[in-house]
């Protein structure tokens, strides 16, 4: 069975910095590039960061990048976030998602970033 | 930044209709990348279909998707209960990949 469990609940103050983790079982990890998504309260999904299999080349939005940085351990099935000068605007649900081939095929149940003071 | 405009933004049916559902790109999406999700209250999204047609493993036969260029549709044949949700559809085959902002399938 696929599983994908990103790291509990988190409330940051603005300014301050997270480190999201993801951990992956049922799948081929070191074949799959991952993937972050994010969706604002009662709003839509939107694209995060994404990684490629070996971690050799990475992927940002513009709203995140320079602030956000996605990694991965194969070693420990692992994907993370690394998140600093957080805003308001990056309050969320993060989801961890397996891409292939452009599509999202598995999700995690995802994790609640709270950037509020 | 391929733009994708969904419509309706909500579409009210009863169990037993057919829905149709539409994604428009701002730009031709290249290779098919475009699929479609399924998202209920309090879960993670779950992916329907991709490549434009191909159904997701363990997708009902009464889910379907079709379309080329910058117009594409997501049909359900017959609601069930379970159908009612937000859809969204989402295209790779322009960088950065986007979702478009999804159609509330009620009752």
């Known amino acids: 069975e696929v599983q994908l469990l990103e790291s509990g609940e988190s409330l940051v103050q603005p300014g301050g910095s997270l480190r999201l983790s993801c951990v992956a079982s049922?799948?081929?990890?070191?074949?799959?590039?991952m993937s972050w998504v994010r969706q604002a309260p009662g709003k839509g999904l939107d694209w995060v960061s994404t990684?490629?299999?070996?971690?050799?080349?990475?992927d940002y939005a513009d709203s995140v990048k320079g602030r956000f940085t996605i990694s991965r351990d194969n070693s420990k099935n692992a994907l993370y976030l690394q998140m600093s000068s957080l805003r308001a605007e990056d309050t969320a649900i993060y989801y961890c998602?397996?891409?292939?081939?452009?599509?999202?095929?598995?999700w995690g149940l995802g994790t609640l970033v709270t950037v509020s003071s | 930044e391929i733009v994708l405009t969904q419509s309706p933004g909500t579409l009210s049916l009863s169990p037993g209709e057919g829905a149709t559902l539409s994604c428009r790109a701002s730009?031709?999406?290249?290779?098919?990348?475009l699929a479609w999700y399924q998202q209920k209250p309090g879960q993670a999204p779950r992916l329907l279909i991709y490549?434009?047609?191909t159904r997701a493993t363990g997708i009902p036969d009464r889910f379907s998707g079709s379309g080329s260029g910058t117009d594409f549709t997501l049909t359900i044949s017959r609601l069930e209960p379970e159908d009612f949700a937000v859809y969204y559809c989402?295209?790779?085959?322009?960088?950065?990949?986007?979702f478009g902002g999804g159609t509330k399938v009620e009752i």
């Open positions: 998602a397996r891409e292939w081939y452009g599509h999202f095929d598995f």
């Open positions: 049922g799948f081929s990890f070191s074949r799959s590039g």
């Open positions: 990684i490629t299999s070996n971690g050799g080349s990475t």
């Open positions: 730009q031709s999406i290249s290779n098919n990348y």
């Open positions: 490549d434009v047609s």
């Open positions: 989402q295209q790779f085959g322009g960088s950065p990949l986007t």
